[in-house]
């Protein structure tokens, strides 16, 4: 079973940067792709950026430009350097890994991790 645990969160200024890390483990399938999410309170949780093994990466309107996702594939970690920060970008961040491949075989994989909080003052 994947194991995903983050880490990086804490408090910034706005303008400031932060980096968060998430590390998998668990398994020795490759996993197809891995993202970060976020949860501010009060709201749903949305889609901040994702990474594909082979590197294609999506991202939130409201980061582009601000944040960067990158992974290790051999270590099965993702990334996300958030800089330019503002007070909305406070959330709970959420990692997540999803599909795997085992060979040419592509498995279910929807895990999650416990979640950082990023909290981001004015």
């Known amino acids: 079973q994947v194991q995903l645990v983050e880490s990086g969160g804490g408090l910034a200024q706005a303008g400031g940067s932060l980096r968060l890390s998430c590390a998998a483990s668990g398994s020795s399938f490759s996993i197809n792709s891995m993202g970060w999410y976020r949860q501010a309170p009060g709201k749903q949780r949305d889609l901040v950026a994702v990474?594909?093994?082979?590197?294609?990466?999506n991202y939130a309107e409201s980061v582009k430009g601000r944040f960067t996702i990158s992974r290790d594939n051999d270590k099965n970690t993702v990334y996300l350097q958030m800089n330019s920060l503002k007070p909305e970008d406070t959330a709970v961040y959420y990692c997540?890994?999803?599909?795997?491949?085992?060979?040419?075989?592509?498995?279910?994989?929807?895990?999650w991790g416990q979640g950082t909080l990023v909290t981001v003052s004015s």
């Open positions: 990474i594909t093994r082979g590197g294609g990466t």
């Open positions: 997540n890994a999803n599909g795997a491949w085992d060979g040419s075989i592509f498995r279910y994989l929807d895990a």
